[in-house]
């Protein structure tokens, strides 16, 4: 079967440093995304992991262990405008599957 | 440069009436095209994907049919909306033969009543 599982919320504090988990079970794997959706707007593009490791990109860093089915996304140095849903995907026979996402609430 | 369109923004309409939503893509050339939905606080639900014109896959069965009569033309429609219909429904697009990066249009809100 396919299964994308994160945390449905979570909350951190502006200026602080927060991990969003993601584990997968999918019949097949080319590659990990991660997106960020605002409310009420369309999701956008944040990273794409395809090897293990982890891959920096200015505040935001995803680490990827295929072998666990394990990745997360790092936000560091958090900003109000940080507050956001982020969506887990997995890239695999030729179909992109969509965790639910996690709720991410900064606070001041 | 790409960009990706779609209309209306917002739409309300009665039980029982038809639906036509539409996304047009720009700047890029036989793009795989998508629609998803998404239901308040759920993730994408993928409704139809299309890898060239007149070529649609289905992956829920539903009251909801797609068409691509153009390249870079991609319709949602239905002849019957229900209440459960009410949601997000989201295009997106990405290079045929790529890693299948998504990039989103702005979306239609959708509440059916």
């Known amino acids: 079967g396919q299964n994308i599982d994160q945390p449905t919320e979570m909350t951190a504090t502006e200026g602080a440093i927060v991990q969003i988990n993601c584990t997968y079970q999918?019949?097949?794997?080319?590659?990990l995304f991660w997106y960020q959706q605002h409310a009420g707007e369309a999701p956008t593009f944040l990273s794409y992991?395809?090897?293990?490791g982890l891959e920096e990109k200015g505040r935001f860093s995803s680490f990827l262990s295929r072998s666990k089915g394990y990745s997360y996304l790092l936000l560091k140095e958090l900003q109000m405008k940080d507050s956001a849903s982020y969506l887990c995907?997995?890239?695999?026979?030729?179909?992109?599957?969509f965790g639910a996402g996690t709720r991410l609430f900064v606070k001041a | 440069s790409q960009t990706i369109h779609q209309w209306p923004a917002t739409l309300v309409q009665p039980v029982g009436s038809p639906l036509s939503l539409e996304c047009t893509v720009e700047?890029?050339?036989?793009?795989?095209l998508y629609w998803y939905r998404q239901a308040a606080g759920r993730g994408l639900q993928l409704l139809f994907y299309?890898?060239?014109?007149?070529?649609i896959s289905s992956e829920v069965p539903q009251n909801l049919s797609a068409s691509r009569p153009q390249d870079r033309q991609f319709i949602l429609s239905s002849k019957k909306l229900l209440l459960s219909d009410s949601g997000f429904y989201l295009c997106?697009?990405?290079?045929?033969?790529?890693?299948?990066?998504?990039?989103f249009g702005p979306g239609t809100r959708l509440t059916v009543l």
């Open positions: 999918t019949s097949g794997f080319n590659g």
């Open positions: 299309s890898v060239g014109i007149g070529q």
């Open positions: 700047g890029t050339s036989n793009p795989n």
């Open positions: 992991n395809v090897l293990d």
């Open positions: 997106a697009w990405s290079l045929a033969g790529g890693s299948d990066t998504q990039y």
């Open positions: 995907a997995v890239y695999g026979g030729f179909k992109t599957i």
